[in-house]
């Protein structure tokens, strides 16, 4: 079983034994655990899930309209064929001032980059989409809101901090999604990639999901090893990624578990 599946399963695992069950701001209850962490060492493996289909090439254009666009217009994602984010769309077409749109705002990719290029041991390599001036004026506030990077021994490590983790549809996105982001700046800034570690500080399974995840959780002994990941070598600039640029291999997966999502 890859590690992704193991520690993921986990997690679901024990929500659905000892998770707190309530309401929320969705609407839709919701059993959670607060204080959830995965750790994947990412020169041993790729963590995306092979107990269900994880939307690879989906969860890469996000990444990309968020880190490589930052962008905050929704039509952009759907030109390439993701509508993720539609649920979110104002009249103007955006999502207000989130994501994308707090990267740029304050250069802080550019920031990064420079700064694994000059300064590697600095201790405040830190990107957050958390603007407290800004928050009124998001259609959905940041769930995966800040990175913590440092470089260690020549490997570029990665925190991830999430405040709110829905497990089933968000949750292996986000694992895939930001593997993804630490081997691109890792290979652009000359580094090997390192550890992802993956914290979610309100891990929750939304009651409309228990079943479909109680089906994955029987599929554990079926699950597959992990896939390798391909980037371009070729590609040194990290804005001259395309989604074509990353790629799986080797991406074998039990099949599609159908969540409604929660907005």
Known sequence: ???????????????????????????????????QVMRFDLEKEFPILTTKFVAFKTAVKELLWIWQLQSND?????????????????????????????????HQLDTLLATLKDNPQSRRMIV?????????DMALQPCAYETLWDVTDGRLNCTLVQRSGDMGLGIPFNMAQYAVLIHLI???????????????????????????????????EQAKTAPSLWINPEVTDFYQFKPEDI?????????????????
Do not use: C
Request: hydrophobic share 40%; no cysteine; glycine share 8%.
């Open 247 to 263: 790629r799986l291999e080797g991406y074998e997966h039990l099949g599609k578990l159908s969540m409604e999502v929660a907005v």
């Open 1 to 35: 079983m890859s590690q992704a599946d193991k520690q993921y399963l986990q997690i679901v695992k024990d929500i659905l034994d000892h998770g707190y069950y309530a309401n929320n701001r969705t609407g839709v209850p919701a059993y959670k655990l607060p204080q």
């Open 186 to 220: 890792a290979q652009v800034s000359g580094f090997r990639p390192g550890t992802f570690m993956h914290v979610i500080n309100n891990a929750h399974i939304y009651e409309n999901h228990v079943e479909a995840l109680k089906t994955q959780l029987e599929r554990a």
């Open 74 to 106: 929704v039509h952009k994602l759907q030109d390439m064929g993701v509508k993720v984010w539609n649920e979110w769309m104002r009249p103007d077409g955006t999502i207000g001032k989130a994501y994308g749109y707090q990267i740029a705002k304050f």
């Open 128 to 136: 957050t989409l958390w603007n407290v001036e800004d928050l009124p």
